[in-house]
């Protein structure tokens, strides 16, 4: 573990203009060169002419992490707490529901969920709030995916919840399976540790396929090729909002490429070396050209809320949107900027060795490889996934406490939106 290495975190940059002025591409100093040995010692490449690559705190937000916790919470609630209808920057009254729902000119889209059949009432519950709150204005296409065949039962239930199309799908084994290049005796052994270290789900197999079949693998389903949007959803999920416009059409419409309710920190030993095997990466050949300059970079790395969290992390604030919930593109995971990374972070056999979350995968790729204003935060959508929340104060929602984050107020400090408000939103009153 690089767990010396504490708040910077280096990069080579393609060339200094084309970054934006929120990086301080400072020289290292002799002062962090114990880092960079830190680094060669664990076989990272350090190119001569790296540049310190550093969260700066543009808000003047610092402090104990408990007061810059109060101020980004502050910054939340003040948020959230402003009334809001829907997006602002679109033109909303063209993505109203159809008056002919059977006619609909359709985006290219469909929703998403890997269930297994055993959590048939928990989906089922889900689909039917799902309908009341969007779908049944739109009849969105299903597309259940599983790694086992879905039973007769599961299929009839379903069908029941919707007028719209489903399509149940058996994942092939190929992009779900464990690769066969794993070592088993590390993988356990690694398991075993992460167990010890109450990592949720470390000793679980399947989890770990789901993630890595998540975050690299579903957009190839051969059933998904033919679609570019998805809306992923899980069991037992809730929506609050009634939703009156195509999120599809809106994401189109405004060449968005990713869309989340909620953003929070995860558990920074499941992603020990994530970000720096990702600087590996980027430091080899030419991959820092996939670099988009407009990417969130102040967000990946944000070390004063919890600041434990990037000492474990080698620099990765562990901020993520949290995947249960996601609209997105799917030809942005499926380009080469994001397949590229994909590919070299499966080489590292780290969706084992470590706990590495479809969440943070995705969130990561995006916030290098990607346009911070290309992610929209859907705000205006009321959402749960236990234990966390996204309650707007909109005339179209019910039933959340308007700017709860969770009902356990010790979870307050998970929340990353502060950070997401305050670096990556030029500002929040244009979209809302
Ligand atoms: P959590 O939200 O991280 O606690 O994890 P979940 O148990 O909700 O799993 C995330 C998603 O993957 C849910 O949609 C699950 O139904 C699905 N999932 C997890 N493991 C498996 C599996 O082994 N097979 C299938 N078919 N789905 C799975
Ligand atoms: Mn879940």
């Given amino acids: 573990y690089i767990n010396e290495v504490s708040v910077e975190s280096y990069l080579r940059p393609v060339s200094v203009k084309s970054l934006t002025s929120k990086f301080d591409f400072s020289y290292l100093s002799n002062k962090t060169s114990a880092n960079v040995d830190t680094f060669k010692q664990y076989g990272y490449q350090i190119k001569p002419k790296n540049v310190k690559f550093q969260y700066l705190n543009s808000k003047n937000k610092d402090g104990e992490p408990k007061q810059v916790l109060d101020m980004n919470t502050d910054t939340y609630e003040k948020v959230v707490q402003k009334e809001i209808n829907e997006p602002k920057d679109y033109d909303i009254e063209s993505i109203r529901p159809p008056e002919n729902i059977d006619t609909y000119a359709r985006a290219n889209a469909t929703i998403v969920a ?78 075993d540790v992460m167990k010890d270290h109450n990592i949720a789900y470390a000793k679980m197999g399947s989890y770990h396929n789901m993630c890595r079949f998540y975050l690299g693998n579903f957009y190839n389903v051969p059933e998904l090729t033919k679609y570019k949007y998805y809306w992923r959803i899980e069991p037992d999920v809730d929506f609050y909002t009634d939703i009156k416009y195509d999120v599809f059409k809106y994401l189109e419409g405004t060449g968005k490429i990713y869309g989340f309710t909620i ?107 990607a346009d911070r204003d290309k992610i929209h935060w859907f705000r205006d959508i009321g959402y749960n996934h236990d234990p966390y929340h996204n309650c707007p104060n909109s005339p179209n929602t019910q039933g959340c406490k308007t700017a709860s984050f969770s009902r356990w107020n010790h979870l307050k400090d998970q929340n990353c939106m502060g950070t997401w408000i305050d670096q990556a939103m030029d500002d929040p009153d244009k979209i809302y």
């Avoid at 519950?125 to 299903?142: A, Q």
């Avoid at 149940?168 to 794993?182: G, Q």
């Avoid at 919890?306 to 474990?312: E, L, Q, R």
């Fill in 263 to 369: 953003n929070l920190y995860d558990i920074d030993e499941s992603v020990a070396t994530l970000w720096p095997e990702t600087l590996r990466y980027l430091n080899s050949g030419d991959n820092y050209k996939y670099i988009d300059p407009n990417g969130a970079f102040q967000w990946l790395l944000e070390n004063k809320q919890n600041p434990k969290k990037n000492v474990v992390t080698g620099g990765y604030s562990t901020c993520h949107f949290w995947s249960n919930f996601e609209i997105g593109d799917m030809d942005f995971f499926r380009g080469e900027a994001y397949n590229n990374w994909f590919k070299f972070l499966d080489s590292t056999g780290k969706f084992y060795y470590e706990r590495w979350g479809d969440a943070p995968v995705h969130s990561m790729g995006l916030a290098l490889f």
């Fill in 114 to 191: 890997l269930v297994r059949n055993t959590e048939i009432t928990k989906i089922g519950r889900t689909i039917k709030r799902f309908e009341s709150s969007f779908n049944s204005k739109f009849n969105y296409p299903y597309t259940f995916i599983n790694d086992q065949p879905f039973s007769d039962r599961f299929k009839k239930r379903m069908a029941k919840f919707t007028k719209a199309k489903i399509n149940f799908v058996t994942i092939p084994a190929e992009l779900w399976d464990k690769p066969s290049s794993i070592d088993g005796e590390r993988e356990t052994a690694a398991m």
